[in-house]
């Protein structure tokens, strides 16, 4: 069965797949998904995650194979602009998150928490039940568990059959995770957003939407760690394959 909406393009851009979200179909897609009995990976890719698709087998099997991959970048979209595709749409984690919890809770939907600490998973559930107190939270499990748990966790998650399972910090490999146990799970969405369990749990602050809307949010990283200055090099290269693909007209 397709896990992917009908009315959502997704496109190739360097080869990695990127889908097109309009803002007014969100409710529409993410309503439908929680409840046409297929498994629904959602995946919010920023700069630097496409360009580890390009060089990740494991990485793009889980984009290929997700329900939708929507962008965080502005790089990414106006790399999309410049090779002349259709008119992409990013969006905010955090944002895009308390967005999907909101049409949650109006249709009377379920989820699970997992990740962080105990400390910050207990927050994050208090803070997400003041928020959204409409929104049923059928189980929560910290993401830093021993090997040794893993075959009960999952069963706990299956038993618990959560319309949107949120994961935050502590899981190997992420989205990968989710990509790997998805099918043992019951129907319904799995998201990763490491950003939104930081930001409920306290442990970060939201960030400026100005800074985001130009697409100088990294600014602040780079300042806490120069060392992320060498990643200039890396939006070096992205700009020689745009190039490079505008001129082949690939």
């Known amino acids: 069965m397709d896990n992917r909406h009908p009315e959502i393009e ?4 360097l080869k990695v797949p990127v889908d097109i979200l309009p803002e007014e179909k969100i409710e529409e897609v993410f309503k439908k998904m929680s409840e046409d009995g297929g498994h629904h990976q959602v995946v919010l890719i920023n700069f630097f995650d496409l360009m580890r698709a390009r060089r990740s087998k494991d990485y793009m099997k889980t984009l ?45 939907k379920t ?8 400390h910050d998973l207990q927050t ?13 939270i059928v189980g929560r499990y ?9 075959e009960n966790l999952l069963l706990a998650i299956k038993k618990a059959s959560p319309s949107l399972l949120l994961a935050g ?21 799995y998201l990763c957003c490491c950003d939104c369990f930081a930001i409920f749990s306290g442990k970060k602050k939201k960030g400026s939407r100005r800074s985001w809307e130009a697409g100088t949010e990294i600014i602040p990283e780079v300042l806490k760690n120069p060392l992320k200055i060498f990643r200039l090099f890396i939006r070096f290269y992205y700009l020689i394959l745009l190039l490079v693909y505008r001129i082949s007209g690939k």
């Open 142 to 150: 910290t993401g830093y568990y021993s090997q040794a748990v893993e």
């Open 124 to 136: 994050v559930f208090n803070n997400m039940r003041i928020s959204f107190p409409g929104l049923n």
């Open 10 to 13: 997704r496109i190739s851009f």
């Open 111 to 118: 989820m699970y928490l997992m990740g962080g600490k105990q």
């Open 64 to 108: 290929r194979e997700a329900a939708l991959v929507l962008p965080t970048s502005r790089s990414i979209l106006d790399g999309i602009k410049f090779l002349r595709k259709t008119k992409a749409f990013r969006y905010r984690p955090f944002d895009f998150v308390i967005r999907i919890l909101g049409i949650m809770e109006r249709y009377k």
């Open 169 to 189: 910090n502590g899981l190997k490999g992420r989205d990968k995770w989710l990509n790997n146990h998805i099918s043992g799970f019951n129907p319904g969405i």
